[in-house]
């Protein structure tokens, strides 16, 4: 990017109130990365940074302390209690105890956090296997958690115990283990189960953290599959910030910039509300409706072989195209997306943009090969489908 293009943006970002529509117009074109660029615009975006300059370091300092607050009570407290609850024999005869029925059982939450958990740690674990990034232990990892002295329980240690006992009782079901022995791992594959030594942590298990506790503060949404893909992006952005002192609070502002993104999105992954206005199969439609104004004869070709658009569309919108693209391309996709002031129309044009440049291929093919270019596209050149779905914008 030209030096131009980069004092452009510090010009925007220098005035003491940023001006909104000057800034999205810059990003809308790809924002450079130098100087923490990209993380400082995706803040203000994602209304994570307010307008005006002078209230950012407050602002900052007052998200970063609650962020704090929620991993004690959500990570650390139940952790301390579970390493006091497990101590001593008569604790069986306590009120609260691990088959008390009552719904109000500390234990009760804590087998249900565990599911939510297992089901997260999954997730993170796989985030792009193709880039070593997740599986690397990050600069600064939660002093808070990994400090020496505890020995109450954090999120890996509920996993590891989780899966352990998970793994005996199939083994006494079946005479046999059916879990895979988490030290065998196929040749050249980063194991699933590479566990840093003590007081390190990796980033996905950053990642993990971050899902989990929005799932706690969230419980009306929880966690959902594909969530682990939105939140990798943004921390990924935020934790490779050439600015190392935001670079250290990268936990806490992705979280924030998560949940605010959620905030917009988060009826793309609430099943109820499928065929309400708001909801996924609503903006699914809404990508043919188009296709149907810009292309009538690829779109008739499509509606002729029953491609539904959930068939491809649906992974497109929800998951903001991170499954479709390299890490490096999607980030590029998202500066655009972000800077989108009708909040993510523009997802639509780029989802009608990357039919249109594969419309010969599509108008040629059959069921089969049409829904194996759909659910593998073949175009890697993100800059090129922007400009399309930028000249699809301009030719309303």
Not at 109 to 126: A, G, P, S
Not at 143 to 156: G, H, K, S, W
Not at 237 to 264: G, I, R, Y
Request: hydrophobic letters at 40%.
């Amino acid at each position: 990017l030209s030096p131009l293009r980069i004092a452009d943006f510090q010009e925007v970002l220098g005035e003491p109130t940023v001006a909104l529509t000057k800034l999205r117009d810059l990003c809308f074109s790809g924002i450079p990365f130098d100087g923490g660029l990209r993380c400082l615009c995706w803040k203000i975006l994602l209304n994570y940074l307010p307008l005006e300059k002078a209230l950012w370091s407050s602002l900052l300092k007052k998200q970063r302390d609650l962020y704090s607050q929620f991993l004690k009570e959500m990570i650390i407290q139940p952790g301390i209690a579970k390493a006091n609850l497990g101590v001593s024999r008569e604790d069986v005869t306590l009120e609260d105890h691990p088959l008390n029925p009552n719904p109000d059982s500390r234990w009760n939450t804590y087998f249900k956090d565990n599911e939510v958990l297992l089901q997260i740690d999954k997730d993170v674990r796989r985030l792009y296997p193709d880039m070593a990034f997740f599986q690397r232990p990050t600069d600064y990892p939660c002093l808070l958690i990994l400090d020496p002295q505890n020995e109450f329980e954090t999120l890996r240690k509920r996993v590891e115990q989780t899966t352990l006992k998970s793994q005996t009782v199939a083994r006494n079901r079946s005479g046999v283990t059916n879990v895979s022995s988490p030290h065998k791992t196929a040749p050249n594959s980063l194991s699933e189960y590479e566990v840093l030594p003590n007081g390190c942590e990796a980033h996905w298990e950053v990642v993990e953290r971050i899902l989990f506790i929005y799932a706690k503060l969230n419980p009306g949404i929880a966690y959902v599959q594909g969530m682990n893909e939105i939140v990798g992006p943004l921390y990924y952005t935020f934790a490779t910030d050439p600015n190392s002192e935001w670079k250290e609070h990268a936990e806490a502002d992705t979280f924030f910039c998560f949940t605010n993104l959620m905030a917009e999105i988060r009826d793309n992954f609430i099943k109820s509300l499928d065929d309400s206005q708001c909801g996924i199969t609503y903006k699914m439609e809404k990508v043919y409706s188009t296709l149907k104004e810009k292309d009538v004869e690829l779109y008739l070709k499509l509606q002729e072989q029953n491609i539904k658009p959930q068939f491809f569309a649906f992974r497109w919108l929800t998951l903001l195209l991170s499954q479709e693209f390299l890490l490096p391309d999607v980030i590029r996709i998202w500066d655009s997306l972000f800077a989108d002031d009708k909040r993510f129309d523009f997802l639509l044009l780029v989802c009608c943009a990357m039919l249109t440049l594969i419309r010969d291929q599509l108008l040629e093919g059959d069921f089969t090969l049409n829904m194996r270019l759909l659910q593998d596209y073949p175009i890697s050149d993100v800059h090129l489908i922007l400009k399309k779905a930028k000249e699809l914008q301009d030719s309303k």
